[in-house]
Structure formats: structure tokens, C-alpha cells
């Protein structure tokens, strides 16, 4: 079945210093969607950015990431880290092909320092 | 934006108690979902829904129990409930493929099984 790898379970970074967390899949469907959710405390996962498209780097509240089928892989980044930023960041995957199965990194919690 | 709101927000029961975790969602969105978020391992589908009456199979099943009765309502049953058990439970709705399967969770609701 559909798998996510999220490696890094913890990060920790000083503020200002660029963030790339790692995501990596496994499935079976060329059309699937990768998502970048994120949980900050006392608050409900929300979507952070999206993308079905290969090679097309998809940008939401400074944060940017782009799907490489070849790879399997759609990394977060950020170019410098906010205090704000800190919170758990869940990568995802949708099959899209009909059933709406929707499968969960175990996710990367991330700290920013001052 | 979507509205889910779960019911209770916070419960605990004895091993081998009966519990139901109630989910409903005023978007008119076909699917639906029952997560448990657990450090280390993420959010991990239970069950899902793509209609009243409809019921997926998740990758984590085992011990629950979950119906549609209707578009709106999504409940999740644990019988025998047990320490294992024990978790943050986020319910979440989507369109489907309509908006790239974007899911929109719920506040949550946190049981402990003593």
C-alpha cells in the first residue's frame, strides 16, 4: 500500500536559518496528490500547501515545495525560520483515483529558537 | 472554511468501557475520516466515508467501529475500549478530488483509557 517517510521526527533550528524538511512516498498512482499539513498546539492539523503536478514548485505563507515523481519526494522549505513556525508539520498523500484514501508521514516536529 | 466539530472533546473510561466518538461536518462534503494522532506515529487513518451508509476500511481498524448515518454525521465506536486506546482522535471531512482532496479536521478528541 500507499506509504509516507518523514525522517526527521524532531528539528530543531535558530531563527533565521533556512528549514527543509524531508518527505519522501511510495505508490502505485501516477496521478497521486502530496500534501503539507500543518499542527500548531491547541489548534486543528490545517492544509499548508499542495501539489499533483512534477516539477512545479507550489508556494503558500513562505513556505515552498515541489513534487519530484523521479524521486518520490516533495520536501518543505523555507527560506529563513520564524518563532511562528514552530509546530508539528505532517506530510500526506492522496491516491486521487477514486477512493480518496488519504495516508500520513508520521511527522516532523519543528522547533525555532531565538 | 469548513466546520467539523466533535463531540467530546475530552473523555476518559475503563478499560473494557464503551465509547463513541461523534463527528459532524456542515459542509455538505461526501467524505469523511477518523484519525488517531500518536507521537512517533503520526495521524493513522481508522476509517472513512464517502456517504451515508458507506464505510472504508483505514490502515489502523482493529477495536473500532464506525458508522455514517447521515452526509453530516460520522461516529466512531470503541466497544471495549483498552489502554492501547488511548489518543487524540481528529475527525475530518473533504470534497474529494473536487478541491485536491483537502481535508479539514475537526478540534478533537482527546480519550484516555485507564
Known amino acids: 500500500g500507499d506509504s509516507v517517510t518523514q525522517k526527521e521526527g524532531l528539528v530543531t533550528l535558530t531563527e533565521g536559518l533556512p528549514v527543509m524538511l524531508n518527505c519522501t512516498y511510495q505508490t502505485i498512482y501516477s496521478n497521486a496528490f502530496l500534501f503539507w499539513y500543518v499542527h500548531y498546539l491547541n489548534e486543528s492539523p490545517r492544509l499548508l500547501l499542495k501539489s499533483s503536478t512534477d516539477n512545479k514548485r507550489t508556494e503558500h505563507q513562505g513556505f515552498h515545495a515541489t513534487l519530484h515523481k523521479s524521486s518520490s519526494s516533495f520536501h518543505l522549505q523555507k527560506s529563513s525560520a520564524q518563532l511562528s513556525d514552530s509546530a508539528l508539520y505532517y506530510c500526506?498523500?492522496?491516491?486521487?483515483?477514486?477512493?480518496?484514501?488519504?495516508?500520513f508521514g508520521a511527522g516532523t516536529k519543528l522547533t525555532i529558537k531565538p | 472554511e469548513a466546520a467539523v466539530t466533535q463531540s467530546p472533546r475530552n473523555k476518559v473510561t475503563v478499560t473494557g468501557g464503551n465509547v463513541t466518538l461523534s463527528c459532524r461536518q456542515t459542509n455538505s462534503h461526501n467524505y469523511m475520516y477518523w484519525y488517531r494522532q500518536d507521537t512517533g506515529h503520526g495521524l493513522r487513518l481508522i476509517h472513512y466515508s464517502y456517504g451515508a451508509g458507506n464505510l472504508q476500511i483505514g490502515d489502523v481498524p482493529d477495536g473500532y467501529k464506525a458508522t455514517r448515518t447521515t452526509q453530516e454525521d460520522f461516529f466512531l465506536l470503541l466497544e471495549l475500549a483498552s489502554p492501547s486506546q488511548t489518543s487524540l482522535y481528529f475527525c475530518?471531512?473533504?470534497?474529494?478530488?473536487?478541491?485536491?482532496?483537502?481535508?479539514?479536521f475537526g478540534e478533537g478528541s482527546r480519550l484516555i483509557v485507564v
Open positions: 500526506a498523500l492522496s491516491e486521487n483515483y477514486g477512493n480518496e484514501k488519504i495516508t
Open positions: 475530518a471531512s473533504s470534497d474529494g478530488t473536487i478541491s485536491g482532496n483537502t481535508l479539514y
